[in-house]
């Protein structure tokens, strides 16, 4: 059995409720489907603080809350899923640096729209001009965001909690 500290466990439990509330107010769209989660700042920002680890547990509960509850479908949940593998690499890429933390949110929603090709043609074009809105408000939140968060995550004592077993 593996340990993990309540501190953890209490943080993936925050940042996937952070995550799923977020998600689900969007930026709405004429084209239904092409709305831009606002969660999109916030999850850059979640992996550069808290690491990709803590960020994909957290990603994947929120989805699968986000579906239980009706607010996100599966189109939303693909998108959301592929903007998070990829905004880390972009994080892990370009070592978290400012400039990683501004194009990691765009160019990992571009590339999650472009995959939808596969399923809605060149409608994908029209899903990737649509959410210029949100690639904009992503790159200038993101940085903003890791400073919060940060602060945050500094501001709580490490010596708080014990551990748990974990299987």
Do not use: H
Request: one cysteine or more; aromatic letters at 8%.
């Amino acid at each position: 059995m593996k340990q993990i500290s309540i501190r953890t466990l209490c943080e993936i439990g925050i940042l996937a409720a952070m995550i799923g509330i977020t998600g689900a107010i969007k930026l709405p769209n004429v084209i239904p489907g092409v709305d831009f989660q606002l969660s999109a700042p916030l999850a850059v920002a979640i992996c550069a603080v808290f690491g990709f680890k803590r960020y994909i547990i957290a990603g994947c509960l929120a989805s699968l809350l986000s579906l239980l509850l009706g607010t996100q479908n599966l189109l939303n949940v693909a998108i959301a899923m592929q903007f998070r593998l990829i905004a880390g690499a972009v994080l892990y890429l370009g070592r978290n640096t400012i400039w990683s933390q501004i194009i990691a949110g765009p160019i990992a929603s571009i590339i999650a729209r472009l995959t939808l090709g596969i399923l809605f043609g060149k409608l994908a074009y029209a899903m990737i001009l649509m959410a210029i809105p949100g690639y904009i408000f992503t790159a200038i939140f993101s940085p903003i965001l890791v400073k919060v968060l940060s602060k945050v995550r500094r501001a709580v004592p490490t010596t708080v909690g014990g551990t748990m077993n974990v299987l």
